[in-house]
């Protein structure tokens, strides 16, 4: 079947005999035992809950894992996969991560004595040379967020099995409709499906799906263990946005195109941050390894200042925090969501200070350019001498 | 978002009538879930009583409807048939007369036959493709004319510009229920109809988890009228199931698309097939009202209805072949569903009169969702086969269809 077939056509209540078009709700938390000392297939909605079953089935099906696992945050999805790793194990990352997950690697399990190192995942050679005989996770987002880097998951793939490592990849910004991880070697996908695959802004939850039955075990334990798992009516609500997946990203993803070369010929912006756009660095990786370039992208205009009045004036994009939602978003990253990345790591990163992020949405494009474009011209009414350059500590 | 402003329908589904959230700045609505409000003093709230009157997520649910439609706030019902209810307990009393498409939903037709004309509510069901039979149709008693358009299930329309004139001719009320193609792909208001008729449980949320209705009007006083009526009856939308269908409304315009596109395509492959005797579709060119169609709708929409050259055995073992399509009622959905109208929509309409307005036995009718056209087809050709033997269209060549359920 096709992708847009998968999405809406399987089984969405296995064994019921109401035969209901959604899944139903199974707001419950425990479950009446036949016998005392024997279960039935669920006991206790930590453990196990059906309305969490279909949607984690369904999600390793598009993911082409094994097995899927739904957790209440894309944070405590990442932070299951860290749960793998031994106090003396270390993690070596791609320097360009969200910033939460910066802040998990760097300021919690180092109290668990395990420590992260970040290097550029697009420069093999140099990721490498941070791998030790004690690295047991890599660790990578492709495209990167903010910047929108094409990271080689297949050679960071090679790179990690060499080393007896495990690779786990953020692929939040594309979802499986546009990129299969663990097709290109990887042994864990995780997503903040708070991003595109419930995609409308309504709720937080994380996905991890490996392939490796061995691995699921473990996974699944600590799930259970840490009492981390997706509840049943965000499990529906997920459910209900997945269907429209492919449609949402399909539009999505051409209006993303059309801003971003809207943006690349617009006098005030002065580089463009996508890889759809055939002059980016990571244009061609991309398409040899993913199905599109997603729907977010960033772009500078030389100037915080500009940035941030431009920000401040769109009325048609939320100024807020993720990514990924049929709405169409603004951000400043430096300044909001990756803020909480510490200074130590973003020594390792570039991150202009005048970025700006924008997740495209399925609004009709030529509100979106119009919107931009009064932005634009209002953060052109107060002549602004400071460069991007001289304001970096301000915001940093 | 004020509604003033002019926007794009994809940016109206997502904006439109969009209501802050004042308290937390949630970029989503919340749900609350509550029965009643609490009173600053005694007898002063802050706009919302109790929820069977009103309801801050269902404020919020009739705010998008109306920016869609290009109306003032919408109100919002449980089901597409308490708005249908609803709109003639506001709009007719004892002694008056209602005309009403002869092809409409099974359950209209129920409502009068049932209820109303209990009650001592007349109507004249008729065939509202011809104006001149509906102008004939038209006494001293008929107070407002309800037309479906196009009409469930073998998509028979209506000239709603037509229409209007005859009903501003006589102080009648014309009322559309556009459940088959939403405000996204057919304007009523603005084609001169007084009220836009919705059952959202369709394409408005568009994912078969909810059921629900909405009436939408400009007249000021017709929404009061509305609104009082449905708090004496007690007929308003949930919190949640508001807060699903706005959900649902986001993704609209980029679903009728969808299915329009998908629509068309099955509907061309089903007419060329040897099998098919005819496919009832208004975009395609068979279709005797494509004209009309074209005139009134931005497409052609998502449904669509054919009958087998064979007789009902085979339609309805055709129907229970079907692996990918759903065998199921409703329409609208992100799945694609197969009904049987003669035994289940239009289950309530007397024999005699299904077989005039040509809901045959053999009729099967289609709500093309969103999966893809070619597996959708597949589905078809492999049950055309299975039922009639062999290769059933000839030229094509088999593709193999996952078992879906």
Partial sequence: MKFASRLVSFDVAPGDPYRPMATPIYQTATFVQEQATEFGPYDYSRSGNPTRTVLEEQLAILENGRRGFCFSSGMAAITCVTRLLHSGDEIVADSDLYGGTCRLFTRVLDRTGITARYADACDTETFAAQVTGRTKLLYLESPTNPLLRVVDIRQIADLAHANGALLAVDSSAMSPYLQNPLDLGADIVLHSATKFLCGHSDVTAGVVVVKDEELAKQIYFLQNAEGSALGPFDAFLFLRGLKT??????????????????????????????????????????????RGAGAVLSFTTGSVEASRR????????????SF????????????????????EVGAFRELPADLVR???????????????ERAFAVADTISDPVTADEDTSEVA | MSNEEKFQVSTLAIHGGRVPDAHAEAVVYPIFQTATFEQQETGVTKGHSYSRVSNPTVDALEQAIGALEGTPQAVCFRTGMAAITTLFLSTVKTGDHVIV?????GGTMRLFREVLNGLGIANSSLDTSD?????????????????????????????????????RKHGLLLAVDNTFLTPVLQRPLELGADISV????????????????????????????????????????????????????????????????????????????????????????????????????????????????????????????????IRAESLGGVESLVTHPATATHADVPVETRQKL?????????????????????????????????????????EVCQPAR
């Fill in chain 1, 245 to 290: 997946l492919k449609l949402r990203l399909d539009c999505q993803q051409k209006n993303a195109q059309a801003l971003a070369e809207w943006l690349q010929a617009h006098p005030q912006v002065s580089s463009v941050n996508y890889p759809g756009l055939a002059s980016s660095p990571g244009y061609l990786l991309q398409h040899r390894q993913a």
């Fill in chain 1, 310 to 321: 431009m920000v401040e004036a769109t009325r048609m994009f939320s100024i807020c925090v």
């Fill in chain 1, 324 to 343: 990924g939602s049929i709405n169409s978003t603004i951000s400043l990253p430096g300044c909001m969501s990756h803020a909480s990345v510490p200074p």
């Fill in chain 1, 358 to 372: 924008i997740s495209v949405g399925i609004e009709d494009i030529s509100d979106l350019t119009a919107d931009l």
């Fill in chain 2, 101 to 105: 498409s002869d092809v409409v939903y």
């Fill in chain 2, 131 to 167: 104006l001149v039979a509906v102008e004939r149709a038209v006494t001293p008693q008929t107070k407002i004319i309800l037309i479906e358009t196009p009409g469930n299930p073998t998509m028979k329309l209506a000239d709603i510009a037509g229409i209007a004139a005859i009903t």
């Fill in chain 2, 198 to 325: 919705l059952s959202t449980t369709k394409y408005i949320e568009g994912h078969h988890a909810t059921v629900g209705g909405s009436l939408a009007c400009s007249d000021e006083k017709l929404l009061e009228r509305f609104r009082l009526v449905r708090k004496t009856i007690g007929a308003i939308q949930a919190p949640l199931d508001s807060w699903l269908t706005l959900r649902g409304l986001k993704t609209l315009p980029i679903r009728m698309k969808a299915h329009s596109d998908t629509a068309l395509t099955i509907a061309e492959w089903l007419e060329a097939h040897p099998y098919v005797a005819r496919v009832y579709y208004p975009g395609l060119d068979s279709f005797p009202q494509k004209a009309l169609a074209e005139r009134q709708q931005a497409t052609f929409g998502g449904m669509l209805s054919f009958e087998l050259k064979a007789g009902p055995a085979e339609a309805i073992a055709v129907m229970n072949a079907l692996r990918l399509w």
């Fill in chain 2, 358 to 398: 040509g809901i045959t036995d053999g009729l099967i009718r289609l709500s093309v969702g969103l999966e893809a056209a070619e597996d959708l087809i597949a589905d078809l050709r492999q049950a055309l086969d299975l039922v009639f033997g062999g290769n059933s269209e000839r030229s094509a060549d088999h």
